[in-house]
């Protein structure tokens, strides 16, 4: 079974960091790329950041791009998603999602999901 456990989210005030992370459990294949998408409240999902785990090739939304910072720890299965200068536009449930080739910025192109972890920034 194929397992996605996303932890690290909280409260932050604005220009404050947290690290996200997302542990991949019972996937098959060494190749695949993890998302990091975000929703908050009224608005659909967005793809935030992603890696490809066989090239290490990463991706960014705009508004995230030299604040967010996605890593991987293959001996760990751990994707983490490092994320500074938090403002309160960022707040929403993060969740990490597993695309079976390489990223995408396509919601349904992701096979599997996390349980999300909320994100809250204060002004």
């Known amino acids: 079974e194929v397992q996605l456990v996303e932890s690290g989210g909280g409260l932050v005030q604005a220009g404050g960091s947290l690290r996200l992370s997302c542990v991949v459990s019972?996937?098959?294949?060494?190749?695949?790329?993890i998302g990091w998408f975000r929703q908050a409240p009224g608005k659909e999902r967005e793809g935030v950041s992603c890696?490809?785990?066989?090239?290490?090739?990463?991706f960014y939304e705009d508004s995230v791009k030299g604040r967010f910072t996605i890593s991987t720890d293959n001996a760990k299965n751990t994707v983490y998603l490092q994320m500074n200068s938090l403002k309160p536009e960022d707040t929403a449930v993060y969740y990490c999602?597993?695309?079976?080739?390489?990223?995408?910025?396509?919601?349904?192109?992701?096979?599997?999901w996390g349980q999300g972890t909320q994100v809250t920034v204060s002004s």
């Open positions: 890696i490809n785990r066989s090239d290490g090739r990463t």
């Open positions: 999602a597993l695309e079976s080739f390489v990223c995408s910025w396509i919601v349904e192109e992701y096979d599997y």
């Open positions: 019972g996937f098959a294949w060494d190749d695949y790329a």
